[in-house]
């Protein structure tokens, strides 16, 4: 009733941790048994080691958090060597998030680390600055994100999703043109740039000044991003963004979404992944669905159907 | 191992301005070792606040399945916190971290605690469990002002205890680090638990001698996965390497870390 296909992912249900809010997985294993959940999307890699931005790198908002934790990774090297070594004795594919700050750094991780047995689709984290036009991100520009989608699909060994930004004027473009550069499916959406400031100092609460939205207050805006862009493109989407509970999974579904991962919800809750898997299959029947399957896209299907008879 | 339980509130009281004291029951309470461990609450059952809330444990009694915490209402959170009555029940990550050392001290030996603020509850089972090993213990504890002393008859009845406050409003006049020096306290070992100032201080004049500080670091996860507590190591050559201050501390011996 769960299990759902995907480029490169056979997945006994489509439940997944988002990449940041699992490390990459060792804390969570001692809550449960990894091996219940559809996937992982491991935290990000680099080339290099990285410790990240200074503390504090976190901020609490209405209904969610801010972040600004600078992909603080060990390095592609050790993240093969050390954790995805470790991460085999379960029976769960990984989703590998790739970053970096020029095209060049994407394609040495990406390269190594589609080659780890476990690793069975990479996710690009195109929300990094691009060095070289001088600190925009990748997820900006379309043609520079459809550059780097392009460089990656040649070395690595594993379908390619893209992650898109929300922090665009039009998504839709931005999706088009990473699937016209050949990516196998999307993951979306990556945190909105916000900020909050401290009311004693007037100043920035967390160091960085500026940090990724992330949590329930995003949903809106991630249901929206997903609705629109999986209407204009044929390849999967995995969706994200304040996801809490199944009713929340089944909206993304209905978006259009055809997996979805949990991020911020893990630091509230432990268990929500697990509690989410369990409680899939009654919802589902409640809802009168057979298979997980029959939900997605459902908002906009139905409306095609609508105005099919209508008109 | 770490649980998450609903706990129920068997007691909760105003202790001090702000302040309150908490008492909470459940299965959990069997996990929790050494003093210096935290818990992290939900203050709420829906997304506001969303996040947990780090407080320290401040006394634990395994045979009542009960345990105490300490924690200033000043924010959203710690407000809402503030409003459980008896028989609520508060939703409990925990126990989280590694606490202070007990086997640092032999039975004998002189444990110097010193708490600033909303650093002093996780030093009085701290204090307690080194009496109960058979270590001197003597406590400087450092507050603001007047109404906001709590717990000293309870540190008193422990082992010898100078307060302090800023303004000189109760006790000694000054900071913990003066407190120390007039009274030419001898210690062994010191426990430290407080601001980052003051403990910055205390490593500066004492860190020749065995001194563990508990750290305070903003939290998302509270189990080290989200890297939100890092910090620098004191040792680090390449400067990528780290402690998370949820699950390699918050208790760390002076120069383990930059504080
Ligand atoms: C390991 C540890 C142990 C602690 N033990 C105690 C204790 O025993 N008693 C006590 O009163 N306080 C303790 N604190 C501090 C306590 O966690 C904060 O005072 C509390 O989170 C503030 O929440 P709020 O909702 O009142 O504040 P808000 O300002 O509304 O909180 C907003 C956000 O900031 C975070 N935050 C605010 N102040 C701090 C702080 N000082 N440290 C870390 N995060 C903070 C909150 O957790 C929350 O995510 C401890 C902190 C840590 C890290
Ligand atoms: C603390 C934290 C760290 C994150 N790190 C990454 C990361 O390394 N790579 C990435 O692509 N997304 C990262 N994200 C974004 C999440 O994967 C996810 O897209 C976003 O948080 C929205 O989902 P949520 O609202 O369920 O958390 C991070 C998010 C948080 C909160
Ligand atoms: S709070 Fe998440 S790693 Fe420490």
């Known amino acids: 009733m769960l299990d759902i296909n995907l480029p490169g992912l056979s997945l006994k249900n489509p439940i997944m941790p988002a990449s940041g809010c699992f490390g990459f997985g060792r804390e969570y294993s001692k809550f449960y048994d990894l091996s219940q959940l559809g996937s992982i999307m491991i935290k990000a890699s680099t080339q290099e080691p990285r410790f990240g931005n ?126 016209d550069a050949g990516a196998d499916g999307l993951t979306m959406i990556n945190t909105l740039i916000g900020m909050r400031l401290g009311l004693k100092t007037g100043k920035p609460v967390i160091a960085n000044k500026t940090g990724g939205l992330s949590g329930p207050a995003i949903k809106p805006v991630a249901i929206r991003m997903i609705y629109e862009v999986s209407q204009a493109v044929s390849i ?73 008879y209508s008109s | 191992m770490i649980k998450k339980e609903l706990m129920v509130v068997t007691k909760h009281e105003k202790i001090a301005e702000h302040i309150f004291q908490l008492t909470l029951q459940g299965e959990l309470v069997l996990e929790m070792g050494n003093p210096g461990q935290f818990v992290h609450l939900k203050v709420s059952e829906g997304s506001t606040p969303l996040l947990r809330r780090p407080i320290s444990i401040s006394e634990i009694n395994k045979d009542k399945k009960q345990f105490t915490m300490i924690y200033r209402a000043e924010g959203a959170g710690t407000q809402l916190l503030s409003k459980k009555v008896v028989e609520n029940v508060v939703d409990v990550l925990g126990p989280l971290g590694n606490g202070f050392p007990i086997d640092s001290v032999e039975s004998g030996q002189i444990a110097l605690l010193v708490g600033g603020g909303i650093g002093v509850p996780p030093l009085l089972e701290l204090s307690r469990q080194l009496v109960a090993k058979g270590v001197k213990v003597q406590h400087v504890l450092g507050f603001q002002t007047n109404n906001a002393v709590f717990l000293e008859e309870e540190f008193a009845k422990l082992g010898t205890t100078i307060i302090t406050t800023d303004d000189g409003s109760y006790g000694y006049k000054g900071f913990v680090t003066d407190a120390i020096k007039d009274h030419n306290l001898q210690f062994d070992t010191m426990f430290t638990c407080g601001p980052t100032p003051m403990l910055r201080a205390l490593e500066k004049l004492h860190g020749q001698k065995p001194l563990f500080l508990s750290l305070e670091e903003r939290m998302g996860c509270g189990v080290g996965a989200c890297f939100a507590c890092v910090c620098h190591t004191g040792d680090d050559p390449t400067g990528t390497s780290y402690k998370k201050v949820c699950s390699d501390g918050p208790v760390f011996k002076a120069g383990e870390v930059v504080l």
Request: a negative charge.
């Open chain 1, 54 to 179: 200074p503390t504090p790198r976190v901020a609490e908002t209405e209904a969610g958090m801010l972040n600004a934790i600078g992909l603080q990774n060990p390095g592609v090297h050790k993240v093969i060597s050390e954790e995805l070594a470790w991460l085999e004795q379960y029976d769960v594919p990984i989703i590998a998030n790739v970053a970096g700050s020029q095209i060049e750094d994407y394609v040495y991780v990406a390269e190594k680390i589609s080659q780890a047995n476990n690793v069975h689709a990479l996710e690009l984290n195109i929300s990094c600055p691009n060095v070289k036009t001088g600190g925009i991100a990748f997820g900006t520009i379309p043609e520079v994100a459809a550059q780097l989608t392009k460089a990656v699909k040649e070395v690595s060994a594993v379908p390619v999703y893209v992650k898109l930004s929300p922090n665009v004027a039009n998504i839709v473009e931005m999706a088009k043109a990473i699937e």
């Open chain 1, 236 to 308: 999967p989407i995995i969706g994200m963004g304040g996801v809490q509970n199944v009713d929340d999974v089944i909206e993304f579904l209905y978006a259009g979404a055809s997996a979805v991962a949990v991020g911020t919800a893990n630091f509230v809750n432990p268990f929500v992944c697990p509690e989410i898997i369990e409680q899939l299959p009654a919802r589902l029947n409640e809802l009168g669905f057979e298979h997980v399957t029959e939900c997605i896209g459902r908002s906009w299907k139905a409306d095609a159907k609508t105005a099919h």
